[in-house]
């Protein structure tokens, strides 16, 4: 949301560009053998076309279609083949991409999409309006499983197809959120041809309107990408035309920081969509790279307490957890000073954001020793752990297997264990982690959720949005009447101060509440070669855009 | 290290061109200075050996803090007086870690040899005491098993049953029975063609007795000398599993997981590595030389 900080980065080495390939212009002049010269170097700094690009990742999302999916990466790589019905532009306004328009109802219910003619999927069918309502249809069909896309559109009650270019949604209540949710890469438009005939194909091989096609997807290995040729309809802010300038975007994920960062510098790969902190100041210093740290917006780190079973149902228990870490110091140790500690649960870039928030939840050990205390967790067993009726204070923090554990979960358990609380840390596969978090069966999970809207706090904190017959992302099992209130009123109302009171005493509430710790802000780190120009950068999350991205060599 | 150390040395005969023999004046002083002098090797390896013994019996007593015990605020801290050999991420003291980590990776390493030499000495007796047919069938399985990497073997096995110590031990030690199997079961002939196997028979003394007592026992020695030799790579293999993170969990203090929280500080903290990975070369090699010297001096009364 916040426009100052995610302008698109571009023409940063142009003009270096420009003195390399004179000077390899000289040289073949000079030998006197310029042979078949291609044209585009001819041209100077002019943008060259063609090329591979090389991209590092951190996770593969497992599935490539964004209805089905909440993986961060697909904020990256969903940009790639999707586009959206709207986009953000570049000071964070809604403004058209696949629809030309829209309007509002009066009453802020109904929505009309006047959509773009001329869009085709690669499977070569029609964007039109019955596409649009097709692809709501499919984010909310219970076998997409949809972890996000369904809970950002469940106010969404049915459409009409006005006609071949015109939709009308329809909201079960004022939904002021709708369009921004609309602008992100998981919400991206999906053929309409593919969700009828065979939506279980969708996730290996999406099909999109983007910039690129899916040619080849090795799931936990690789994905490359290819130009779609007769591409057109890029939005207004990436202030480019026609086709995407490389010819494919190979992706491989690299889940080890350390060979990220060393096959980035080795020139292995053009760009990695995850630089390590730890990485980042030597990234930064070398000259032939561009290093980006950006802020996000959303959910920040927390660790997330069960409020839905013992021990966390306990309201004492939850601040003394949060007083016993320490979090400046595992914020420092863990971002080598790119993080950012926080002290409530929104980003301090989201727009409503409450400075008020800081420093009500504080780093005090002997206050969460009186507060167990008090609560009953008195006695000590033979391990030093606190007890109560001869049961350990013990709690599951799953995580998904790893060879190297998370330095945040050591930390925490190191941190826990000084009061008393045996904080277990249980690596799963990721299959069984998705299951046991939507069961609810844990005490704790870490995580973050990044998102375009302070409507974030809903997402994360409404009663509504407790795993039911839907997803839901309230993963702390929050019910609490007061706060719904609030956000439920925040939701509905417009940009203005009654949704900033909303918010500001929703952030207040939460902290009564605390239904977790919450910890850091990581932003968005990347870093690509200096060979590589024009990389935007999204406006609904800070991650590189490829479409007019081209690769000097 | 594992192939070198398991290669038995061929007893070839000595090549036909022998090297000029020294004179007997040069010799006599050496031969007698032999008797006493004790290589450095063997005495480096018996000390490391000794600390290690220490660190695996009381580890309180050379690292008295706890070595779960973090404090983000000290995280990367450097090698110095406070901590000697630095902190890690966590800010955890890694000496204190390293101490505490002998024994987890002693337990593995013996741990999986002594599966592997019960599982191997029944398996090579077994074939080495029975007919042909039982014979050719264990051996030719065996040579499959011996074509497969023990690491890749466990690896399998981890696969199958799942990770953590006891079952790393499992793994690593079902991976080695195939080639104590097989020293076994040449020895056993060995043994069985020996004159005291053949006079005992003569003698008219009953099988299993002739098999306790003389068989078992003589077949045993030697495989126990080559263990010792084992014990190190089963080592090295825990500490890869680990690596891997198919051994012990984090955030327990065992090097090979301690090498693998490292990894992604190198350039940060190149202390995460060294000195885990100096100790586990360090403990490695010390067995190694102990279990050669060991081999060596049993060879020479066995010939």
Known sequence: MNASVIRPARNRTRSGQITALSAVGLLALLAGCAGPASPSSVAGGEPVAGGVLDVSISAEPGCLDGHGISATQQQFLGRLIYDNVVTLDENGDIAPYLAESWGVSEDGRTYTFHLKQGVTFSDGSPWNAE?????????????????LAAAYIAPYVDGTVIDE???????????????????QSWLGMNSGKAITEAPETLCQKPIGTGPFTVADYQPGQSISYTKRDGYDWAPEWLEGDGEALLDGVEVTLVSEPVIRHQSLVAGQYDLTENLAPQNAAAVQADPNFTYENL??????????FNLGRAPFDDLAVRQAFAAAVDTKAVTESLGFGTYTPIDGFLSKESKYYDPTVEGVLTYDPERANQLLDDAGWTGRDDEGFRTKDGKRLTIEVPTVESSTPSPLLVQLQGEARKVGFDLRIIQLPQAQLTELRYAG?????????HTNTTDVLFIRYHSSEITGERIGQNSSYVNDPELDTLLSTAREADDGPVAEEAYSKAQHRLLEIVPGLPLYENPSQFAYANTLHDVAVDTSHPVPVLTYAWKAE | MSIASRTVPPAVAPPAALPARESPRLRAPRARRRRWRVRPGILLASAFLLWLAAAVLTPGLLAPADPYAV???????????????????????????????????????????????????????????NGRLVEASVMRFLDVTLAIPEILLALVVIGIIGGGTENAILAI???SIAYYARITRAQT???????????????G????????????????????????IGIGSAIGAGASLSFLGLGTPPPAPEWGAMLSAGRNFISNAPWMITFPAAFLVATVLSITVIGRELRRRAEGRLA
């Open chain 1, 131 to 147: 596409v649009l309502g097709q692809n709501f249809e499919h984010m909310r069909d219970p076998a997409t499983k949809s972890p």
């Open chain 1, 165 to 183: 270019f015109t939709f009308e949604a329809h909201l079960a209540y004022p939904y002021t959120p709708f369009l921004y949710t609309l602008a």
């Open chain 1, 295 to 304: 802020a996000r917006t959303g959910n920040p780190y927390v660790l997330n």
């Open chain 1, 441 to 449: 069966d844990y005490d704790a999970l870490a995580g973050v959720w």
């Open chain 2, 71 to 129: 404090d983000p605020a000290r995280s990367f801290e450097a090698p110095g007086a406070t901590a000697w050999f630095g902190t890690d991420d966590s800010g955890a003291d890694n000496y204190t870690r390293i101490v505490h980590g002998a024994a987890t990776s002693l337990y593995i390493g013996v741990g999986a040899t002594a599966i592997g030499v019960v599982g191997g000495t029944a398996i090579g007796l077994l074939a080495g005491l």
């Open chain 2, 173 to 175: 030690g079902a991976g």
């Open chain 2, 189 to 203: 002939h060995l043994v069985r063609r020996s004159g005291f196997v053949e006079a005992a028979r003569t003698l």
């Open chain 2, 205 to 228: 003394l009953p099988a299993w007795r002739i098999l306790l007592t003389h068989t078992v026992p003589n077949v045993i020695k030697p495989v126990l000398v080559l263990a010792t």
